[in-house]
């Protein structure tokens, strides 16, 4: 299960709204590739359709797909938002990363 924030939700909304997707029928994509300073780094985009092998789940309104390889990484995973001095953007509060760097955007385990 990948969880949503309330901010997170927010913005999510609006940027999905600004980029003409539907937050009703359409999802966010969030994965895992290799690569960044951790080992692992972090993907997050919008998506009109699922693939066969996606895991989709729901929280706080916002319809979240993974595909299998990356859930077995985000699992318990919440999705935040910062809006902070120190940089704005999403922010993936994962419980199975040992190490993340200083930007948040990647990770190992």
Do not use: H, W
């Not at 699922?50 to 729901?58: A, G, L, N, Y």
């Not at 299998?68 to 902070?84: A, D, P």
């Not at 120190?86 to 760097?101: E, I, L, S, W, Y």
């Amino acid at each position: 299960m990948i969880k949503v924030s309330d901010i997170a939700k927010k913005k999510v909304l609006e940027l999905m709204n600004d980029e003409g997707f539907n937050p009703k029928t359409d999802f966010v994509r969030v994965g895992v590739k290799s690569g960044g300073c951790s080992g692992l780094s972090y993907e997050l985009t919008f998506d009109k359709q699922k693939q066969e092998s996606d895991k989709v789940f729901e929280d706080n309104n916002v319809k979240v797909i993974v595909d299998k390889k990356s859930f077995l990484y985000l699992i318990g995973t919440t999705l935040e938002y910062s809006g902070g001095l120190n940089g704005t953007g999403f922010v993936f509060n994962n419980p199975n990363a040992q190490r993340t760097c200083g930007c948040g955007e990647s990770f190992s385990l």
